[in-house]
């Protein structure tokens, strides 16, 4: 697993955005070598909210681009559905949920088709 970029901070230290260098914690090294955000047992987050949004939208994109099935297209609703429950973002949202109509569309999907294979 991947571990937080760490750098000190007027001697403390803070956990980095991987993308972006933020400062997105303080954080506290442990013993067995992990590191966790000051005070609690929490990971540090390898991204800000802003870079791991980004990273969430991209990622539905490539879910929906790669849908062929009903199967394909529940699992991406349900991935929005994720989404938009965890950064409310309701115009996002629904651009996404266009984009699926869109790719349902584009390869002529029909739910009776998929039921019939």
């Not at 933020?22 to 442990?30: F, G, P, R």
């Not at 802003?50 to 490539?62: D, F, H, P, Q």
């Amino acid at each position: 697993m991947k571990k937080p970029r760490v750098k000190f901070n007027g001697g403390n230290p803070v956990a980095l955005c991987d993308e972006c260098s933020v400062i997105t914690e303080y954080v506290t090294y442990n013993e067995d070598d992990s590191v966790t955000i000051r005070d609690t047992n929490e990971e540090a987050p390898l991204y800000c909210i802003k870079c791991s949004e980004l990273k969430a939208i991209e990622k539905a994109k490539a879910i929906i681009s790669s849908c062929s099935t009903y199967e394909h297209f529940d699992s991406a609703m349900k991935y929005l559905d994720q989404y938009l429950k965890t950064y409310s973002n309701g115009i996002i949202y629904k651009d996404l949920v266009e984009l699926m109509n869109d790719r349902k569309t584009e390869i002529n999907f029909n739910k009776h088709d998929s039921a019939s294979n």
